[in-house]
């Protein structure tokens, strides 16, 4: 076979390679099936399959808060942290009744003031101081309105806080604000046990 003829056998073998494996991006949007006239590609299937998984928390976390907090509904990695963080600076994890020596009308571990809610639907003193109750409480009514009465934000889009102090901390000056809300919010993010971060299984 002469050089001209191998050249040309080689050429074809190359674009026969190209025309059976396609790339990988041509091949996870190329059509594998026909659902209702809909085409069914790799891409769709994967984003289908990621949203039928569900965040668990990982067996190796033995944080006593951390499993609260996960069961009272904060379930996603920035989401747990965050509260995790929240209620630390506010309690270091304790539930605080009215013999702590910090007591400023505040209960529990999230420390939600007596005097503003007491009237609530959903407010017991009992309440206010089981630690999954109160979780539950502030993942139902307040994490859908921002996490302000902290000086904290969330957004579910992002999985992430941001500083909101708006009117609840405006009087205390940027000083004050940072040293007792968002100094203290750090230190507990910092320290979180991330063997606790929730996976998707």
């Not at 630390?88 to 209960?107: D, F, I, V």
């Not at 639907?121 to 999954?132: E, H």
């Amino acid at each position: 076979m002469t050089t001209k003829n191998r050249i040309g056998v080689l050429a074809i073998a190359i674009s026969l390679v190209a025309m059976i494996s396609p790339s990988m991006a041509y091949a996870k949007s190329a059509p594998l099936a026909e659902i209702a006239g809909i085409p069914v590609t790799a891409d769709t299937q994967e984003r289908a399959a990621n949203k039928e998984k569900v965040w668990t928390l990982p067996s190796k976390c033995n944080d006593k808060q951390a499993k609260i907090l996960f069961k009272a509904g904060f379930n996603r990695p920035g989401l747990l942290r965050g509260a995790w963080a929240i209620t630390w600076r506010e309690s270091k994890h304790q539930s605080l009744t009215e013999n702590s020596p910090w007591y400023s009308g505040a209960l529990g571990t999230w420390q939600i003031q007596t005097s503003a809610w007491s009237g609530r639907s959903w407010w017991s003193r009992a309440a206010m101081l089981d630690k999954y109750q109160q979780s539950v409480i502030v993942r139902k009514y307040f994490l859908k309105n921002g996490m302000h009465n902290w000086g904290y934000g969330y957004s579910q889009k992002k999985d992430t806080w941001y500083v909101d102090a708006g009117m609840y901390y405006s009087l205390w000056g940027s000083g004050l604000t940072y040293s007792w809300v968002i100094a203290p919010f750090n230190t507990g993010w910092g320290l979180f046990p991330k063997k606790c971060t929730p996976e998707k299984v």
